[in-house]
């Protein structure tokens, strides 16, 4: 994997790694990951032959800079971070394939910049209001009790190159960036590239995709049994053929 320059986005710096060949697929990782997340679940190996890779880190996360502002982690500085890593590798067209926050992500860059798209592949994500006290309830106040936090939530279920990348995120960031949502609803609608959505069963996410599906004129949608928020996106055995299988028709 080629690690390649940042690219300042107006003054933050997001770093991003590419890797294969074929179309372009840009994959957003969620709260708390980074890029590199991708190849330990083993989505890299699985998509790299047919797929040129486009792995970010996002802002607050894993080598791109990590403002303690609030005001730093709008939607709109989010969907310009993608964009400004399109522009920087001369793409003018990607499929984006995002999860959690990455999902989130994918609705803002749908509504902003629909013609860079061919098509949004969305896990445990939806554009509606969201209370994400949840999710800064996992959050420690203090570094000392990250490497339990981490143990309680993804316990044995990621890779030590993970777990390691996890200790060292930017509690600071964290906090700034994990804000209540409002919603970006209004972007379904107009939603015509191809969408697949996917879900755990066992995610508290579950019931608002599954409303969001209803409201795409043109998605494809599965759930994972006995998967929870995080266990989802590790069942890349399940979720990779659905990916190959969607994006196949897109590039048909």
Known sequence: MAAL?????QGVRIHYETVG??????LHHGTFGSGADWADVGYVDALKEDHHLILLDSRGHGESDKPHDPAAYGLAHRTSDVLAVLDDLSIREADY????LGGWIGFGLAKHAPHRFNSFILGAAHPYAEDMQPF????PRSPEAVPTMVDQVFG???TPTMRSRLLANDLKALRALTQDRESNADVLPSMTMPCLLFVGELDPRLAKVKECVSELPNATFFTLPESDHIGALLRSDVVIPHIKAFLSKVRR
């Open 5 to 9: 320059p940042f690219v300042n986005n």
């Open 21 to 26: 060949s074929g179309s372009a697929l840009v």
């Open 97 to 100: 394939f995002g999860y959690s």
């Open 136 to 139: 800064r309830d996992y959050m």
């Open 156 to 158: 044995s279920r990621i």
